[in-house]
C-alpha cells in the first residue's frame, strides 16, 4: 500500500460517505487501503483531544467484514495503538464496553443493507461521534503509515459478558419464567448472546431462522415474508414474544403473541414510559403518539439519524434528569443513567435493541398480560414504511423540492385523496393531509433508495398509504 497519498485524498477517491449510520459503501470500495485510512484518520482526529494509546473493534457477521477488521487493526498497530478485538457482537455491546473503559472504537458493520455492501462505525469514548467528527475525520490529511499484512488480534468475550450482565443487573431474578420467546436469530451479529440472556431472564427460548447467509433485515420494511412467517411461529409454538434484530443488534423487532411485528417506535414510546422518562428527542419521522400519550414532559423533533438525536438529547440533559431517544426503527438511546431500587441502568447514547424489547416483555409479564395488550392501550395512531429501491437519490431530491414549492403538485402525482395542510422539511419531506394522515418521503442515506412513510388512523389505511405513494413514485423511476 502506498504511503505517499494523506488519509483525506485515500477516503475521497474512494467514493465512500457518511450516510445516518457511520460510513457506507460497496464492499468492493472498502479495500484494504481505505479501511487503513478511515482508521488512521479517526486516530488522527481522536488525539486531537485525547491520547489514544488503545483502541476496541468489533464486527457484523457480513463475509466482507472479517477483512475490514483486519485492515483497521493493522493500521491501529502501525501508529502504536493496541486493539482489543471483541470478534462479532452487537454494536450496544461494543459501545458499552468501550465507553465503560474509556476508549474510542470501531464497529465493522452495514447494519440491515444487503451484504454487497458494509460500513464502519465509529465511536468516542463517550459515545457516537458527531457530525464535527465526521468532518474532522474526512479531513484529517493524515500521512498513511507503513502498514503491516492485515491480521486480526485474538477475539475477547469481554464485551459479550458485559452486556450481557447490564440487563441481569436490571431486570433481577427470572422475570420472563413461564414465557415462550421465539427468537427469529437469522444472521445477526448477537443471535447467540440474545438466547443466552433471554434465558438468563428465564425465558423458555425457541431459536427461529438461524441463518449462516448473510440476511439484511430491516426493521423499518419488514417484508410480506417475514410477516406471515411471524404470525405461522407464534401459532406455531405458542409464543408469548418473538424478538429479532438488525444485522448488528441495535435495532429491534419485537412481535406480539400473535406474531405481528411491532412498529419500532411505538416499542420506544413504551419502552421510555416505562422507564419513566421525562424528555424525549424523536426524529420527525415517528409517530405522533408520542406527544398525544402524554406521557413526557418535553419531545424534540429531529432530523433522522442517531447523531441528531444524540445532539438532542445533549441539550435535553442540561434541563432533564432522564432523556432518551429511539428512531422508527426502534434503536433506543439512553441518555441518562437510571436508578430503580439500588439497582442501576448506565447511560448509552447509542442504538440498543434489547433494552426496549425486554422492558417490554418484562412489563407485560409482571402486569400478567399479553404484549399485544400494551400496544393497544396506546393512542389510536398507525404507521407503515417501505422503500423503493434503484431510485436516484439525486433525483429524489429534486422531485422533492419540487413538491415542497407546489404540495398541491405532490398530492396530484401521489393520487391522495386529502388535501395538503402542511408540509415540513426538517428531513425529507413530510406533507400532513387535511384529514390527520401524513406520507413522508425521505432519500435513503445509505443506498439509492427513496423511503416513504405514513400514518393514519388504522393500519390498514397507513399500509394502503404507503403502497399507493410507491406505486404512483415508481411510474416516475
Known sequence: MSSARSTTAIINDSGIAFGTSGARGLV?????????????????????????????????RRPSSPAMAAACTSAAHALGVKVDD????????????AMADGIPCIMITGSHIPFDRNGIKFYRP??????????????AEAAMPGLPSPA????????????????AEWFPGEPLKGWRVGLYQHSAAGRDLNAHILSELGANVVVLGRSEAFVPVDTEAVSDEDQAQGRAWAQQHQLHALLSTDGDGDRPLLGDETG?????????????RALGIEALA???????????????????????????????????????????GFEANGGFLLGSRLENEGRQLTALPTRDALLPALTLMVMAAQRGVPLSRLFAELPARF??????????????????????ASPELMQQTLWLQAGISAVNSTDGL????????????????????????????SQADASALVKQSLAALAKLN
Request: hydrophobic share 40%; aromatic share 8%; with cysteine.
Open 383 to 404: 404507521t407503515a414504511s417501505d422503500r423503493l429501491k434503484d431510485f436516484a437519490t439525486e433525483k429524489s431530491r429534486a422531485l422533492l423540492a419540487t413538491w415542497q
Open 126 to 139: 463517550d459515545g457516537e461521534i458527531t457530525k464535527a467528527d465526521e468532518t474532522a475525520i474526512l479531513n
Open 86 to 97: 471483541y470478534g462479532v457482537l452487537p454494536t450496544p455491546a461494543l459501545a458499552l464496553k
Open 282 to 324: 424523536v426524529p420527525v419521522s415517528c409517530n405522533t403518539a408520542i406527544e398525544a400519550c402524554g406521557a413526557f414532559q418535553l419531545v424534540e423533533r429531529t432530523r433522522i439519524g442517531s447523531p441528531y438525536v444524540i445532539d438532542s438529547m445533549a441539550k435535553l440533559s442540561e434541563r432533564f434528569a432522564r432523556v432518551a
Open 260 to 272: 405481528t411485528w411491532q412498529r419500532g417506535d411505538m416499542v420506544g414510546l413504551l419502552c421510555a
Open 152 to 167: 486480526r488480534n485474538e477475539v475477547s468475550e469481554a464485551a459479550n459478558k458485559a452486556y450481557s450482565a447490564r440487563f
Open 28 to 60: 468492493e470500495q472498502f479495500t484494504d487501503e481505505v479501511c487503513a485510512a478511515f482508521t488512521v484518520a479517526f486516530i488522527t482526529a481522536m488525539q486531537t483531544t485525547l491520547p489514544v494509546e488503545r483502541i476496541a473493534l468489533g464486527m457484523d
Open 430 to 457: 413530510r406533507a400532513t393531509l387535511e384529514n390527520g394522515d401524513i406520507v413522508h418521503l425521505r432519500p435513503s442515506g445509505n443506498a439509492p433508495e427513496l423511503r416513504c412513510y405514513s400514518e393514519s388512523a
